[in-house]
């Protein structure tokens, strides 16, 4: 069976006002984060690749389509109305010829990407709406409006819904068109308009930020379940023979000095950044991932090594946090273009990179100036 196209709308437009903080919910910070760039995280983990469609405050679209770009690489973002009905309806405008659809709301940022991969699997299996829900553990009464009990609600019979919640994406949209009320939740205007629907295993983490109390649980978790490696790399370059080969270190072109030799730019600072990321993550090196002798990568520069060992890591649940290196050779000099080198590394990988410089005092190949050494050090955290 051909596996069916599949859209996620993330909705982050809420106020969060009972977080009582200055920003929209989705915009908080939460361990280094934005709620909602946590949230996309889970999102990039799927199994699948879907279009992800970001619902968002008008005013934050910018920082929005920001971070999706980051973590997902591509997507729509769109401004959301004036109830989360109104945001799921803007987003579904926008997902295009996807035949399954997820609504996740954002404030439900460490909802694991496993719970997505379910939903979409009892979608495809059963051509219906899957909502993920949980257990009901406290016991549930029934009052009137004193306050007086009436009766024990029997809670075998009752879930805990969460998002992700999926559907056959035809049947979402007809009953959006078709809402004749308001309502909170998107399997209730499924059931409305007469379509089934099913709980599927939801997740503990799956839990919804909405009070301080609930951040600082989120917080909580993700100190306990992180996990932080260090990586380190090297890589070395001869000076190139050919006095036309122009030399690139730190992905920055370096005007009349002379080139070193290699398969690809022969950069040693941005091939020792990629070795050093690709260790700390256990994905292996530089010459088993992109290959010495693949022909794609032959001239190619240090950003398109970067760029793709970042994405790589990204799809692995894995963050940079910092690196730094140091450039062991005689020339070019240095320093004056340091901070400028700093900023294109640091912009391709998305974190502080600093990159020194230093001699060998005329010692060995890199003081007798036959080329040039780097040796990096990578903090990665998951």
Same mark, same amino acid.
């Given at each position: 069976m051909t596996a069916r196209r599949v859209a996620v709308i993330v909705v982050a437009a809420g106020s969060g006002t009972r977080l009582g903080a200055d920003l929209p919910k989705a915009f908080v910070p939460l361990a280094g984060r934005t709620i909602l760039e946590h949230a996309l995280h889970s999102v990039a983990g799927m199994a699948r690749t879907p279009h992800v469609v970001v619902v968002a405050p008008g005013h934050l679209l910018a920082e929005a389509r920001t971070v999706l770009e980051r973590v997902i690489g591509s997507g729509d973002v769109v401004p959301g109305g004036a109830t989360r009905q109104a945001s799921v309806a803007a987003g579904l405008a926008l997902i295009g010829d996807a035949e399954i659809?997820? &609504? !996740? $709301?954002?404030? @439900?940022?460490?909802?694991?990407? =496993?719970?997505?991969?379910r939903v979409v699997d009892a979608v495809e299996r059963t051509g219906a709406g899957a909502v993920p829900g949980m257990p009901v553990a406290d016991t549930i009464k029934r009052t009137d409006a004193s306050g007086a009990i009436l009766d024990t609600v029997d809670r075998d019979t009752l879930a805990a819904v969460q998002t992700p919640?999926?559907?056959?994406?035809?049947?979402?949209?007809?009953?959006?068109?078709?809402?004749? @009320? #308001?309502?909170? $939740?998107?399997?209730? +205007?499924?059931? $409305?308009?007469? !379509?089934?629907? !099913? &709980? &599927?295993?939801?997740d503990p983490l799956a839990f919804k930020i909405t009070?301080?109390?609930?951040? !600082? @649980?989120? =917080? =909580? +978790?993700?100190?306990?379940?992180?996990?932080?490696?260090?990586?380190?790399?090297?890589?070395t370059h001869a000076f190139s023979d050919d006095p036309a080969a122009p030399l690139w270190v730190a992905c920055l072109e370096w005007p009349g000095e002379r080139g070193l030799s290699g398969h690809s730019d022969g950069d040693p600072v941005a091939h020792a950044i990629v070795d050093a990321? +690709? #260790?700390?993550?256990?994905?292996g090196d530089i010459g088993g991932v992109f290959g010495t002798s693949d022909l794609r990568f032959a001239g190619a520069h240090g950003d398109v090594f970067l760029s793709e060992t970042?994405?790589?890591?990204?799809?692995?649940?894995?963050?940079?946090?910092? &690196? #730094?290196v140091q450039l062991i050779g005689n020339r070019p000099r240095f320093a004056p273009r340091k901070a400028e080198a700093d900023a294109v590394l640091s912009e391709l990988l998305g974190a502080p990179v600093a990159v020194t410089a230093t001699t060998t005092d005329g010692l060995g190949f890199t003081g007798r100036g036959e080329g040039l050494a780097a040796i990096a050090t990578a903090l990665l955290t998951r």
């Open positions: 659809v997820l &609504v !996740h $709301d954002a404030a @439900r940022a460490l909802a694991p990407a =496993e719970l997505f991969d919640q999926g559907f056959p994406a035809d049947q979402l949209i007809a009953a959006y068109a078709a809402a004749g @009320r #308001s309502v909170t $939740d998107d399997a209730q +205007l499924i059931a $409305d308009a007469g !379509h089934p629907a !099913h &709980v &599927v295993p939801g009070t301080a109390w609930d951040l !600082h @649980r989120a =917080e =909580e +978790l993700l100190r306990e379940a992180s996990v932080t490696r260090i990586g380190v790399g090297t890589d990321l +690709l #260790s700390a993550a256990g994905l970042r994405r790589l890591l990204t799809e692995a649940g894995w963050r940079i946090e910092n &690196v #730094s």
